[in-house]
Structures are given as structure tokens and as C-alpha cells.
């Protein structure tokens, strides 16, 4: 992704060389808009961020509004027994539990499997997901860290783990400053892909500058490999450019069938609260 | 069948067992800078007897004894008449002589020969630098990729590009030879120019179809490009000075008649204008570009002659100290030619090629890493030619390549790097070889063919670990089920093919030609790159156990015909068929990822279409129209839902024209214009939301296309009168690009509409839109050339 930046700042430099004769106008494309498709959002968790289902549907591309479906029928289901029926909220525009301490009744328990159904205009929309276990936490503080090139001075966050043995886990995290969220506009995502050794002990050192005695907390989510691969298509395409450096546009699947986009996510999460010191 | 082939061989034994023939031989060389002749013609006017010299001047013609009047012909040169009593083999060494007396007058007579309908190859054009130098180009930098993707048949990848296509071909697909060594990025400056100095280049073939047997690995094209030799009678230097780039050329004996150099150096200074530039960014960056050229020729003996010929070139780029981007090619390449006796001619060739990209950055101690990869080739070629008689030759002989491909390597650099070791992704190894043998059969004046076997073997080479990967459905992210190692220099897993090779021509009339070819192909090697431009990151990855050797099959028929007025026309079909292309699928990782060949999809491929060529080379107006019209398909499991789509490189029309007039001896204008329909691209087929982010809903894969690419561009060449007792010849150009200022898209992106908010600061609006970005128009430049 890195390199695909240079290249980009490489063509805006030949650009600004060119910049005489080159030029950049909005045009308006002949698009053949297709009819709309399903999108569901869903997420679930062993937390207590609510059960909550958004659907809405695909819209023209030069559209500004999105179109919420709200006479959708939605259940979650588990391998572990639980179902539930969850209804459409005026207020937040979401589907959620018809009770809403359910989540408190049924959170997801690790290695159970969870399936969202939807049924909407006749068609039927499911996806699975199963629970994944977490990587405990070692150990975690700040290191105040004077200026290093583009970092400046500050509290800065790491984390000590030891990875779980075996290939394919994902992390995603979020992480807020004195109750403000900073990983709001993208996703800090992980896995073991390149890690040579089961096991190993790793350093993740989290590359915001913190105020002495700001409030922390840092969310730990276990994510499987097939969300973390749409959370990163999907980030690819906030950063696509349309330079001739992009890859080519492509749909970004996720695991909702029946020709439905979107993902229905299960995250177990790990909650830390520390303040900068 | 059978028959057929003991016609064949019965023809060629009667001419064996019943005259006593002796063969004339030689070479033939330029008198005023004693560089060997290629395509120069021996002829036996008033019979059928004529052979044309290779590539390193040499010529052998076998005769029954007897009294002979030889005639000595090639383009732009005087004739040499000699008359010869042959009863024993003859040696005839010859010097033409470029009459300089009026230039054009000479280049059509002696042209004529050339031109001829029956010497004329089917999928085969020749560009000599003199035609190249006469085309307008951007900046005013010759450049001979460019006017390459004029011709009939070939296809630019678009503005601001050196990739090429051609008959609907992907860009890895030509084999392109600088002095027989492959170059494995043709692009400086991301290809806004090509790495080849027109100085330093004596002229080029591209061939679409039809590659000799000699020649194998790609599937679509040859461009064998030559490096000038260097004069062995004077010391010489030519030059310009451009609006982008300068260039020197210096070339002289170094044992008179006997031994030559030339060295040829260009570097652009773009950079210069840098400080000029609005952005920040900008201002403290590093942009430039560097090629060299340099051989040196040695005549050992009247049977020997030595070749050292080499290419250097780099591109750089970075910004302050925080980032540097390196990339290049060398080349090396040794030659040795030998003649063993009047008719077997052997050359001997070891060479060099290596392509590598680095970057380096180094933002703060924790970020500082450098990263490393490329392609590493080492060769050795062995290729005969047994001019057994007039009407028999053969060319035989085999090659074999040793390749290193490095997929990447990053490094930190100091001690404060969060990589606390180096990644290094393994080296693939393999080898390439080839065997071959062909035979060039003239039947009579009417009837000539020419056929020829290929063989060519790949080994995976190990030290190696390959992986056998998984998928929950096409298209999916791979998922390794199964890894394998093997051990240094194992080999652990070969494919090899037979790669037939056939061409016919038959002369209706003098005039009227008729010519087909078949030829089937293999390529062992591709490059990993998924954006429209041919990165220097786009690294190349082998043929392994799970990506197996693209084949082609192609079959050409043409038609061509002259008319006296110096107009030479052709009509040229074919259709090409293709196996195991490659493509990405969505979203592939390609960037030091060792499993990179769990990204890849495989299928198939088609392309057909048909070529038209009218070209004038009489008179003071001369220049070539070439229009193609084609049509170039994938169908490829797990992309577009296994539906056909178009290939990027697809182009319905592509019309190009150019045409140079001499108005007087010292002011020759000259234009041209390009058409081509609209670039395949996927656009928008509607938006959703996730999490609040906007997102692109995609239509099928290249279903829409770019508005239509016209463009004409204009220029004069101006040569002043020399001056008396001066020894310095100069000459100017001057010329507009893109002259009525065109809009061609360039990229079309899709976004958010920005705007500027009351207190100054822009911001994102969320709208959506879509914009075009257009690069040259108007493009005027200037260069002044001179010779010494």
C-alpha cells in the first residue's frame, strides 16, 4: 500500500511537471446504474455494544442517499442455542434485539458459530460466523518518546503478546483518547501472515502521540480472516486513487449470500483502560 | 503430407547431385564508417539468384560455375556491379558508399529493392532511425517505442506510457532485444519516455507473428533492437541538446579498418525545473533519468570478429533524505562471429541482463528500512547458418538462460528500525533452453517457404518452497494447504513444448504477393502487476507447479501489393489463440508476498483482426497510413463471473497517419495523427455504505470504455546551410504535440467533490463525482541536433 503512495506522489511530481498542459475536469460518466442490491452491515459481539443489523440498498452512483430498508424480518441465531428476533429502530435506523438487555442474556461465547438471517422482498440473505479466541494481553503501557522524524514527542502506547500458535489470526483495533475515538476514519488491522514462527513474541507499538494523563483505552478484537480481508479491501478503496498505479477496481465480497453485500462481523473483544504516564 | 516433404527434399537433392557449384562470400560493410550492412542484397540480375546479409554483414551465395555480373545493393547506397568468372569460391569483401548527393533520389532507387513485394515478410516491419527521427514526438524526444506503436498491428498502452500491444497481446508479452539481451523495463520516468537513445541504435525489427525459431519465451512480439557499431575509419561525435534531456554520441577506430567503439551517454534534467514547480513536495524532490550506451567491435581475422556491447541505465526519484526510489537495466553482451568456411556462418553469445528496483526509506529511526528486487539473466546463445545454396538455407542452433528472480528483500538500516531483521522473500531460480533448426527453401521465382522447429525446456530450479493453496470459492483469497521444499539445484519441475514455425510467399506478379504464416509460441515467465502501467515494482515470477507456461497459436495471411508511383500497400488477418493468461483476482496482495501465486487466475485468451498499410516512398511527400481493426478477449475463471471481457489492451480502431513533405532541400515539414478507440475500463455501476464509508459498486470488468484517443502534432526540421571549412553539421526541430489541444483521458478517477469552506480550508463535501485528468496538450519543443 506504501509503495502504491510513492508511486502516486511520483505521478503528482511528472503531473506538476506536465501541469502546463495537463489538465482536471469533472466530467459526468454515462453510467449503467443496475437495479439495487441488499447491504447488510451486522454485528455482534461477547461485549456490550448492542446486537445491531443496518440494511439499506446499493443507490445510483452520483446518488447522494443511501436508501434504509425497514421492513426487512431478521433473526441471529447460535450454535449455542440462542435466537433472536431483532426489529427495526426508528431512532437508530438499525434493526436490534426486541429486548434490549438480550445481549446481556446471549453474548457470543468463543468457538460458537452464529448465523444472520434476513428476509427481505421474498429473498432470504444469511451469512455465518463463528466466535475466535483472543490473544491475552501481556503487558501494556506508554513510553514517553522524544521526536522521531515524522512522530512527534509524546505518550506513545505498546502492546506485549505472545502470538497464538497457528496461522490465520486477525486483530483489529480501536483505540480512544480521553473518550474520543482515534481509529475513526480506519482500521487498525493485523494478522500472522508474515510471522515466520508460531508463538512468537510481539511488540505492537501504536503510533499515536498521548498527553501526559490522557485517558486510554484500547479495544482488542479477535476477527476472523475473512473480515479482516474486507475491512481491508474496503480501506484499499477509501485510498484508491484512480491513478494508473491503483489496482483495478473490484467488488468487494463479504460474506453475505444470495447476491447480498456487506458483512455480518463477530468480534470477541478485549477492553484496557490506562491513562499516559 | 509425406509427400509433400519428399518434393521437398527431392528438390534439394537434385541441386546437390547434379551441379558443381561454388559459393561467392563476404561481407559488406559502409564504406565511410566501415559498420557492417544488415539486409543488403547480392544479386545475379537477370536471374533468380539473390541472397540479403545478416544481421553482422555477412553474405553467402552458392552458384553452378560460370561467368557472373554480381550486383551489390542496399538502401540509400550506390550500387556495385562486379563481374566474376566462378570456378572456385570467392571471396568478395564489399564497401558501399551513402551517395550524398541527393539523399532521397538514392533511397528510392536503391529502395526499390528492397521493396519489393517478394523481400518484403510477412508480420515483419524494419525501422531504420532515419524514418523514426522524421515522426514529431512529445518533447521532442526521439523515441523508437513510440513510433513502434504507429505501425499496423501494435497498440500504445496509452499517453505518458512505453507499453505496447501487440495483436492484442499483454505488455510481458514482447520479447525486446538490445543487442540480443532482453530488457526487462523499457520505461524511464514510468514511462513517459523508453530507454533506448536514438543515437545509439542502428535500427530495429518488429516482428507480430512469424518469429524465426531462433527466437522464443514471449508469446507476442519481437523487437530485436541493434546498437550502432561505431566508425572504424574516423573519429565522429553526434549530438543534441533537447528541452528535456541531452545527449552525446562519440564513436572512432581504435585499430583503423580493424577496430571500433561508440559510446553514447543521455541524461534528462527535468529535475532542473523542479524548483518551479507549486507543490512543496515538489520543490525538494529528486527526478531524473540516465542511459548509456557502449560497444567496441574487434576484427580478429577475415573469419573473426569480437562484439562487446553493453547498456546502462537508472532511473531516480526520491524526496529529501526521507525517500529514494532507484530502478534500471544492464545489459552485457559478447559476441563472437566465425566463419568456418564459405557457407557456415556460427556466431557465439554470452549475455548479461539484469533488472532491479530499490527503494529505501527513512522517516524516523524506527521507519528506516531499504527494499530490493529484480530479475538476474545469464545466457548462452549458439546459432549457425549453413547457406548450403541459393535456394537452400539453414539456420540451426540453441540458447540457454539462467534466471534469478529476486521477489524482495527489505532491510533495516541502522539500529533503530522496528524490522529487527531482514524479510527476505527466496530467490526463484530457473533455466530456459532452447533448441532449434529451421530451412528456408526457395521452389522458384514465384515460391519460397520457410519452416522451422522450436524446443524449449524450463526447469524450476530449487533451493525452493512451493506451496499448494486453497480456495472456499474461485476468486477467493488462497489459503496455503500444503508447503514443499527442495534442495539447491534440484531441479523440481520442468515443462517443455514444441514451438512449430512456418511462413510461405507467393508471387502472383511482380507486383502482387501472397504470404501466410503459422507459429505457435511459449512463455515461461510473467510479470505480477495489476495496475494499467508496467511498475518497476511489477516484479516477474516463473512458470511453477501451480502457474504453467502461456501458449500461443497464431495464424496470419497477407496480401500485399505495389504500385509504380513508390506506393507499397499490404493487407494483413490473423487470429491468435491463447492459453494459461494470467490475470489477478480481485483485490490480490502482490507486494512481497512470497504465496504470490495463490493471487493468480488463470484462462484463456483470444484476439483477431486485420491490418492495412499504404506506404509513400517516392516523391517529396512520404509517410504511412496504418489502420487496425481488432478485437482482443479473456475469459477467465473467478473474473466477471467466467463472462468473456475485453483485455485492457482492446482498441476496435486504431488509425495512424504520418506524412513528411520537403519543401525545400534545408526545410522539411512533417505531421501526424493518431485515432484510436477508447481504452477498455470498468466504471461505476451504482455506491453503498458500510460503517459510514462510501463504497463503489463496480459494473463488469472493462464493460465501458474511454472516450475515443485522437490527437496530431505537428513539427519541421530545419538544416541550415554547413559552414564553409566547418566541420560542425547541425540541424534544428521544432514541433507541437497534441496541436489542437485534445482532452484525451489520461485516468478518469472517481471521488468526493472538495470545496473550500469560509475560512479558507477545503473540505470534503461527500459528493460524489467523477474527473478526468488530460496530460499533454500543446506540448511544444525544440532540439538542436548536430554531427561532427
Known amino acids: 500500500m506504501k509503495l502504491n503512495r510513492i508511486f502516486k506522489n511520483l505521478f503528482l511530481l511528472l503531473l506538476a511537471l506536465v501541469a502546463l498542459s495537463s489538465c482536471r475536469d469533472e466530467v459526468i460518466l454515462k453510467l449503467n446504474n443496475s437495479a439495487p442490491a441488499v447491504v447488510i452491515e451486522g454485528n455482534i459481539s461477547n461485549d456490550s455494544v448492542p446486537f445491531s443489523v443496518k440494511i439499506t440498498t446499493t443507490s445510483d452512483y452520483y446518488s447522494m442517499n443511501i436508501p434504509i430498508v425497514k421492513d426487512a424480518f431478521v433473526t441471529i441465531s447460535g450454535s449455542d442455542g440462542t435466537k433472536d428476533t431483532l426489529v427495526y429502530d426508528e431512532g437508530y435506523k438499525l434493526y436490534l434485539p426486541k429486548q434490549l438487555p438480550t445481549y446481556l442474556i446471549h453474548p457470543c461465547k468463543v468457538g460458537f458459530s452464529y448465523t444472520l438471517n434476513v428476509i427481505y422482498k421474498g429473498k432470504t440473505y444469511s451469512a455465518t460466523e463463528t466466535c475466535l479466541p483472543q490473544n491475552p494481553i501481556d503487558s501494556l503501557k506508554t513510553l514517553n518518546m522524544p521526536k522521531r522524524g515524522f512522530f512527534p514527542a509524546g505518550y506513545y502506547l505498546y502492546e506485549w503478546t505472545r502470538e497464538k500458535p497457528g496461522k490465520g489470526d486477525c486483530y483489529l483495533w480501536n483505540l480512544y483518547q480521553n473518550d474520543t475515538m482515534l481509529t475513526k476514519d480506519f482500521y487498525y488491522l493485523e494478522d500472522d501472515q508474515y510471522l515466520e514462527e508460531n508463538g512468537q513474541y510481539l511488540t505492537t507499538d501504536f503510533q499515536f502521540p498521548f498527553h501526559l494523563n490522557d485517558k486510554i483505552i484500547l479495544e482488542q478484537m479477535a476477527i476472523s480472516r475473512q473480515f479482516s480481508n474486507f475491512l481491508t479491501a474496503i480501506q484499499s478503496q477509501a485510498s484508491r486513487d484512480g491513478s494508473p498505479f491503483s489496482a483495478p477496481p473490484s467488488n468487494i465480497a463479504g460474506n453475505i449470500s444470495n447476491g447480498g453485500m456487506g458483512y455480518f462481523a463477530v468480534r470477541n473483544i478485549i477492553r484496557k483502560r490506562l491513562v499516559a504516564k | ?788
Open chain 2, 1 to 788: 503430407m509425406l509427400k509433400r516433404i519428399l518434393t521437398t527434399f527431392l528438390l534439394f537433392f537434385t541441386t546437390v547431385i547434379f551441379a558443381q557449384n561454388y559459393t561467392i562470400s563476404g561481407r559488406i560493410t559502409d564504406s565511410k564508417t566501415g559498420e557492417d550492412l544488415t539486409g543488403a542484397t547480392i544479386i545475379i540480375p537477370g536471374t533468380n539468384y539473390g541472397v540479403a546479409t545478416n544481421t553482422y554483414g555477412f553474405y553467402s551465395l552458392t552458384l553452378p560455375k560460370g561467368n557472373y555480373k554480381v550486383s551489390f545493393r542496399y538502401v540509400g547506397y550506390d550500387n556495385i556491379e562486379k563481374s566474376i568468372t566462378l570456378n572456385k569460391n570467392t571471396t568478395i569483401n564489399v564497401e558501399l558508399g551513402e551517395k550524398l548527393s541527393d539523399i532521397d533520389e538514392i533511397t528510392i532507387s536503391a529502395k526499390a529493392e528492397e521493396a519489393k513485394v517478394e523481400n518484403k515478410q510477412i508480420n515483419v516491419i524494419k525501422l531504420d532511425m532515419q524514418t523514426v527521427k522524421r515522426i514529431p514526438v512529445v518533447f521532442g524526444e526521439i523515441d523508437i517505442l513510440k513510433t513502434v506503436t504507429m505501425l499496423p498491428g501494435v497498440i500504445s498502452a496509452g499517453e505518458g506510457n512505453s507499453g505496447f500491444s501487440v495483436r492484442g497481446g499483454t505488455q510481458d508479452q514482447n520479447l525486446i532485444l538490445l543487442d540480443e539481451a532482453t530488457v526487462y523495463n523499457v520505461s524511464h520516468l514510468l514511462g513517459f519516455f523508453s530507454v533506448f537513445n536514438g543515437d545509439a541504435i542502428r535500427d530495429l525489427d518488429v516482428y507480430k507473428g512469424g518469429i524465426p525459431p531462433q527466437y522464443g519465451g514471449r508469446l507476442s512480439s519481437l523487437i530485436d533492437i541493434r546498437m550502432k557499431e561505431g566508425n572504424n575509419k574516423k573519429f565522429a561525435g553526434t549530438g543534441g541538446i533537447g528541452l528535456l534531456s541531452s545527449r552525446l554520441t562519440l564513436e572512432g577506430p581504435i585499430v583503423k579498418n580493424k577496430a571500433s567503439f561508440i559510446v553514447s551517454g543521455r541524461r534528462s534534467y527535468a529535475d532542473v525545473f523542479l524548483p518551479l514547480a507549486p507543490q512543496v513536495e515538489a520543490k525538494n524532490s529528486t527526478l531524473y533519468f540516465y542511459d548509456f550506451n557502449a560497444k567496441v567491435n574487434y576484427k580478429l581475422s577475415d573469419k573473426d570478429k569480437l562484439f562487446v556491447s553493453g547498456y546502462f541505465g537508472r532511473d531516480k526519484f526520491g524526496f529529501s533524505n526521507l525517500f529514494g526510489n532507484s530502478w534500471g537495466n544492464k545489459t552485457a553482451t559478447i559476441r563472437w562471429n566465425h566463419l568456418f568456411n564459405k557457407k557456415l556462418f556460427c556466431n557465439q553469445t554470452l549475455i548479461y541482463s539484469n533488472f532491479d528496483y530499490y527503494f529505501k526509506i527513512n522517516i524516523s529511526d524506527a521507519n528506516s528500512l531499504e527494499f530490493q528486487q529484480g530479475i538476474i539473466d545469464k545466457s548462452y546463445k549458439s546459432d549457425f547458418a549453413w547457406f548450403y545454396n541459393p535456394n537452400n538455407k539453414f539456420n540451426f542452433g540453441g540458447a540457454i538462460t539462467h534466471h534469478t528472480f529476486n521477489p524482495g528483500e527489505i532491510r533495516p538500516i541502522g539500529d533503530g528500525s522496528i524490522l529487527s531483521a531482514p524479510i527476505i522473500l527466496e530467490k526463484r531460480k530457473a533455466l530456459e533452453s532452447a533448441l532449434y533448426a529451421e530451412h528456408e527453401h526457395k521452389f522458384n521465382a514465384r515460391f519460397k517457404i520457410r519452416y522451422g522447429l522450436r524446443y524449449s525446456i524450463f526447469n524450476n530450479l530449487g533451493s525452493a518452497k512451493e506451496y499448494k493453496f486453497a480456495y472456499d470459492s474461485i476468486g477467493a483469497a488462497p489459503q496455503v494447504v500444503d508447503t514443499f521444499s527442495y534442495k539447491k539445484n534440484s531441479i523440481f519441475n520442468t515443462y517443455s513444448g514444441l514451438e512449430p514455425r512456418a511462413s510461405a510467399n507467393y508471387n502472383l506478379t511482380k507486383n502482387d504477393a501472397i504470404k501466410a504464416s503459422y507459429n505457435r509460441t511459449f512463455q515461461y515467465l510473467q510479470q505480477a502487476g495489476n495496475t494499467s502501467f508496467a511498475l518497476p515494482t511489477d516484479q516477474w515470477i516463473p512458470a511453477n507447479i501451480n502457474i504453467k507456461p502461456q501458449i500461443s497459436d497464431q495464424v496470419a495471411l497477407g496480401f500485399f501489393k505495389n504500385f509504380d508511383l513508390g506506393l507499397e500497400t499490404s493487407v494483413e488477418v490473423y487470429y491468435k489463440w491463447m492459453k494459461n493468461q494470467i490475470d489477478f483476482r480481485d483485490n490480490a496482495v502482490l507486494f512481497l508476498n512470497n504465496q504470490v501465486y495463490g493471487e493468480l487466475l488463470t484462462g484463456k485468451g483470444w484476439s483477431y483482426g486485420s491490418e492495412f498499410f499504404i506506404k509513400k516512398t517516392k516523391g517529396k511527400l512520404k509517410g504511412f497510413i496504418s489502420y487496425t481493426l481488432s478485437k482482443s478477449m479473456r475469459q477467465i475463471k473467478g473474473i466477471n463471473q467466467y463472462n468473456p471481457y475485453p483485455t485492457n489492451t482492446d482498441r476496435r480502431h486504431n488509425l495512424t497517419a504520418t506524412a513528411n513533405y520537403e519543401i525545400t532541400k534545408k526545410w522539411n515539414a512533417s505531421l501526424n495523427f493518431i485515432f484510436a478507440t477508447g481504452n477498455p475500463i470498468t466504471y461505476p455501476q451504482g455506491r453503498w455504505q458500510y460503517d459510514g464509508k462510501p463504497i463503489t459498486w463496480w459494473a463488469p470488468r472493462n464493460a465501458q470504455r474511454f472516450p475515443a484517443y485522437h490527437r496530431m502534432d505537428v513539427g519541421v526540421n530545419y538544416y541550415p546551410n554547413k559552414r564553409k571549412n566547418g566541420k560542425v553539421e547541425s540541424s534544428w526541430n521544432f514541433s507541437v504535440y497534441n496541436v489542437y489541444g485534445r482532452k484525451n483521458p489520461y485516468v478518469i478517477n472517481t471521488g468526493t467533490r472538495q470545496a473550500k469552506g469560509i475560512d479558507g480550508k477545503s473540505y470534503d463535501t461527500g459528493i460524489p463525482i467523477t474527473e478526468q485528468i488530460a496530460l499533454f496538450r500543446w506540448i511544444p519543443s525544440a532540439t538542436w541536433n548536430f554531427k561532427f
